[in-house]
């Protein structure tokens, strides 16, 4: 069974840093693109940023970059988004999910639960 | 970057209903166009991806038609857990999702 955990949310101050963690298992982890997506209160959803297979290639959010840094240890079958100078602004639970390919086309199969970040002094 | 819009925002509807949402793109994403669904507290759904193609173990009353840059998904009649907010996401470039539908209760 596909399971998407994330871990390593809570309430932080604004300028503060924050990393998230989704361990996947269930599935050979190496072999899909993954994503992280946002879900502000009252706001819909936000993509964040995708990693490639091997981790050689990342896109962002215009809204994130240069404070964010998605990465992925492939022998922990882990994914992690490093957050830092978070504003009010990134307050949302943040999802991470599984790309179906290893390439653009493909919908998001599998979701985590979600993490939520509260950023707020 | 491409641009995704819903309409409607919301809508009421009782169960039996047919309802339909519409999503149109910025410029043309051939079919790669997915609908989710989300309910409050839980994470998204997948539907339909590629347009019309329905996700496994997803109920037949969900369809999705449409290619370019005009999409639609129907529900050919609601049921009470149909109750969401829906999203449109295209899968041609970066990603993007549209701002959703709730579809609340009559």
């Known amino acids: 069974e596909v399971q998407l955990v994330e871990s390593g949310g809570g309430l932080v101050q604004p300028g503060g840093s924050l990393r998230l963690s989704c361990e996947a298992s269930?599935?050979?982890?190496?072999?899909?693109?993954m994503h992280w997506v946002r879900h502000a209160p009252g706001k819909g959803l936000v993509w964040v940023s995708r990693?490639?297979?091997?981790?050689?290639?990342?896109n962002y959010a215009d809204s994130v970059k240069g404070r964010f840094t998605i990465s992925r240890d492939n022998a922990k079958n882990t994914l992690y988004l490093q957050m830092n100078s978070l504003r009010a602004e990134d307050t949302a639970v943040y999802y991470c999910?599984?790309?179906?390919?290893?390439?653009?086309?493909?919908?998001?199969?599998?979701w985590g639960q979600g993490a939520l970040v509260t950023v707020s002094s | 970057d491409i641009q995704m819009t819903q309409s409607p925002s919301s809508l009421s509807a009782s169960v039996g209903d047919r309802v339909t949402i519409t999503c149109r793109a910025s410029?043309?994403?051939?079919?790669?166009l997915n609908w989710y669904h989300q309910k409050p507290g839980k994470a998204p759904k997948l539907l339909i991806y590629?347009?019309?193609s329905l996700q496994s173990g997803v109920p037949s009353r969900f369809s999705g038609s449409g290619s370019g840059t005009d999409f639609t998904l129907t529900i050919s009649s609601l049921q009470p857990e149909d109750f969401a907010t829906y999203y449109c996401?295209?899968?041609?470039?970066?990603?993007?999702f549209g701002q959703g539908t709730k579809v609340e209760i009559k």
């Open positions: 999910a599984r790309n179906l390919g290893y390439n653009y086309g493909y919908p998001f199969d599998y």
């Open positions: 269930g599935f050979t982890f190496s072999s899909y693109w």
């Open positions: 990693i490639d297979t091997d981790g050689s290639s990342t």
């Open positions: 410029q043309s994403i051939s079919s790669y």
């Open positions: 590629s347009a019309s």
């Open positions: 996401q295209q899968s041609y470039s970066i990603p993007s």
